[in-house]
């Protein structure tokens, strides 16, 4: 079958492209996002007179909405979508690349050249490119004779490091030979990436078991995990949050020999609640799950929330005593930059 012209950058603000797009994406079951993520993505197409009958797109290095015809089902036209997406991506001097999608589509992606990180029974993560997990595996420190030691790791936002988070680490570190302690690297918070970490490194310095480095793309990422950051429905989380599990005990914990994943209780937000649990039914037996009690002063369950919160109402007073000395001084010599953040919307509660 011929079809006419080429792959097509497809403008999705026109209400005819776009029910042409979400036609097709809803005979594959996708989902079609809304107006704020519309405005993100990159969108291609190839069309047969009027009709769409392939499309993909991406957003920053995350290959999504990817769909061929029923009718129309040939290696050709989906080789030409991803090849057209990969080369548009490279043109941005952006050369890892990741997609998430189902998983009857492994094999076709592993044919065009992606290497399958995780794999769950509906879903399939993967990535190509000049770099791979396995490259980040070998950034991290290691000890000498590791694979005989009880290594643990840590997952943590800490938006901001609190006492709680240190609680936690004192824990594993005292019951573990090495512990890794992963600062996610996403800017969705309130606090950057780069003062998060800087916090995190700060506040556990004096632990000398403990490396503190951050997560990359593979950990709580908006690529493995974005409803950690967008707010979704039950399932979506669970769908998520069991390939983050996953690529995380057989990427990241298995050449790291990495035998517990300590996680602290969540008596607050239920997205972490249900990515706690996921973490509990799909790391084990490979990887224990051990979950800690939060630390409490007075009765009350340090939070990061609560320190926040704490920002925006100008009481930094009454949550001093939840916070190591470098997050206090950090906060208190930048509270002005952090409260104008909240006022122009910058959401603080959640994560």
Excluded at 47 to 53: A, P, S, V, W, Y
Aim: proline share 3%.
């Amino acid at each position: 079958m011929a079809y006419e012209g080429k792959v097509k950058q497809i403008n999705l603000q026109d209400a005819s492209n776009r029910k042409k797009w979400g036609t097709l994406l809803s005979e594959f079951d996708i989902t079609i996002p809304d107006k704020q993520t519309l405005l993100q993505i990159s969108c291609f197409g190839i069309f047969e007179k009027q009709r769409l009958i392939a499309t993909g797109s991406f957003h920053n290095n995350v290959l999504k909405y990817i769909a061929v015809d029923p009718t129309c089902q040939d290696g050709k036209l989906f080789n030409l979508i991803v090849s057209t997406l990969i080369n548009e991506l490279a043109q941005r001097q952006i050369f890892h690349v990741f997609v998430f999608t189902k998983a009857i589509y492994q094999n076709s992606f592993e044919h065009v050249g992606f290497k399958t990180l995780a794999k769950t029974d509906t879903a399939v993560l993967l990535e190509t490119g000049d770099y791979s997990v396995h490259d980040f595996i070998k950034t991290l420190p290691t000890m000498e004779n590791q694979s005989d030691k009880q290594v643990s790791a840590i997952v943590m936002n800490a938006n901001p490091f609190t006492l709680g988070h240190r609680y936690l680490v004192e824990t594993a570190a005292a019951q573990s030979d090495l512990v890794y302690v992963f600062v996610v690297e996403q800017d969705a918070s309130l606090f950057t990436t780069k003062t998060r970490f800087e916090l995190v490194r700060q506040g556990l310095a004096d632990l000398s078991n403990v490396i503190v480095r951050l997560g990359n793309e593979y950990m709580v990422s908006y690529m493995t995990f974005p409803s950690y950051f967008i707010t979704g429905s039950d399932n979506v989380i669970k769908y998520q949050t069991a390939m983050d599990a996953e690529l995380f005990k057989t990427q990241i914990a298995k050449p790291l020999n990495i035998k517990t994943r300590y996680l602290g209780s969540e008596p607050f937000s239920k997205t972490t609640s249900i990515y706690n649990k996921a973490l509990s039914e799909v790391l084990p037996p490979e990887v224990k799950v051990k979950i800690i009690p939060r630390k409490q002063i007075d009765g009350n369950v340090i939070s990061a929330t609560q320190v926040r919160r704490a920002i925006k109402n100008n009481a930094i007073e009454q949550i001093k005593d939840y916070l190591p000395a470098t997050t206090y001084e950090y906060i208190i010599k930048h509270l002005n930059d952090l409260q104008k953040l909240i006022k122009e919307g910058f959401k603080i509660d959640g994560n």
